[in-house]
């Protein structure tokens, strides 16, 4: 972690991730990095900015540079392939009682809003 | 810029928005998440409104009041060009009172951050948490209140959970208050619960995800 980051005093504000999945999730950056040429923070916010009931993503900035480059997020589309790799390898499995909604046994009268990939686990 | 709806408010707001917690540095917590003054905070602003991302939230806890006042004048001069959108309930003085939902502190904290933003009207109002201690149609009458005055345009929640959020937008229905548009919510690619009820929820209410902490 370097030594500028916000998160050795910020981190207990939102919830704990299992290292296992930051792992996961942050190859599948790097994998669309390489494709799209677009940094890691650019394509973190262009896939939220896909989902469903996203009014308004805040970005923040301590300096112009840091700014401009989220600011750069835009514009631009993940391409659909893309953002199931990243739904993939960010998927967890809920608790009850969404477990079953999530897992597919109550589709037909329950879409998810989001793709869901019924029967699978934790792992995609 | 691409603007979407506020949920069901007919209001367009930019997809991506600023955030000032890093405006003042005041207190363990504020300055580990930066310490921008006022010069530096117009620099900002400048950018943000070349991009078209002319949403800004603040709170009135952040720095202890120093964000909205640096946001304030930040955007001086340039007011009909910004949405301001801030937050209150967390405790915000050493009073019994200067914390949580009540009447008295909704009103006086509406008004103190009108005076530090230095405007006459907040574009997006959202409470911080919720407050089991406070009679939920109280809640929502004050909100009603505030709006009905020009204070406030839209109201929201941030960090409400699903029966919070729901039980407070039922008590709107049934008085005819005004009605939560926007629910402020961590959602990222390592942290997707968002998904599991708020989601559905604001698809099935007309409630917009406003994003904070977008990148983890």
């Not at chain 2, 069901?8 to 930066?34: C, D, E, R």
Request: proline share 6%; hydrophobic share 40%; aromatic share 10%.
């Amino acid at each position: 972690m370097p030594e500028s980051t916000r998160l050795h005093e910020t981190a207990r504000f939102a919830p704990p991730v299992d290292e296992e999945r930051l792992y996961r999730v942050v190859d599948g950056l790097d994998e669309v990095a390489a494709e799209t040429g677009k940094t890691i923070p650019q394509i973190a916010l262009n896939w939220l900015l896909q989902r469903p009931m996203v009014s308004t993503v805040l970005i923040g900035a301590r300096n112009e540079e840091q700014l401009r480059q989220n600011l750069g997020a835009v514009g631009w589309s993940l391409s659909a392939e893309q953002v199931a790799m990243l739904d993939a390898a960010s998927a967890v499995t809920p608790p009850y009682p969404y477990y079953p909604y999530w897992n597919g046994q109550f589709s037909e009268r329950n879409p998810a809003p989001v793709p869901v990939r019924p029967g699978t686990r934790e792992h995609g | 810029m691409e603007y979407r709806f506020l949920g069901a408010s007919g209001f367009k707001v930019p997809v991506l928005g600023f955030g000032t917690g890093t405006f003042g540095g005041k207190g363990p917590l504020f300055s580990a998440w930066g310490n921008t003054d006022v010069d530096e905070a117009k620099r900002l602003v400048d950018i943000c409104l070349d991009a078209g991302a002319n949403l800004f939230d603040t709170a009135d806890v952040y720095s202890d009041g120093a964000s909205e006042i640096i946001l304030g004048a930040a955007i001086k001069g340039r007011r009909d060009d910004v949405i301001l959108s801030t937050k209150i309930t967390l405790r915000a003085g050493q009073g019994p009172n200067d914390v949580g939902a009540s009447r008295h502190h909704l009103i006086r904290a509406t008004d103190k951050a009108l005076k530090r933003l230095g405007t006459d009207y907040i574009d997006l109002l959202r409470l911080h948490h919720f407050d089991a201690m406070t009679p939920v149609e109280s809640v929502m009458s004050t909100l009603d209140d505030l709006v009905r005055a020009g204070k406030v345009r839209y109201i929201g929640v941030s960090n409400f959970s699903g029966w919070q959020l729901m039980k407070s937008l039922v008590v709107s229905d049934r008085y005819g208050y005004a009605r939560y548009v926007a629910n402020q919510v961590y959602y990222s690619l390592i942290g997707r619960d968002y998904e599991w009820e708020l989601m559905p929820l604001g698809l099935d209410q007309g409630v917009g995800a406003v994003v904070w902490s977008p990148l983890g």
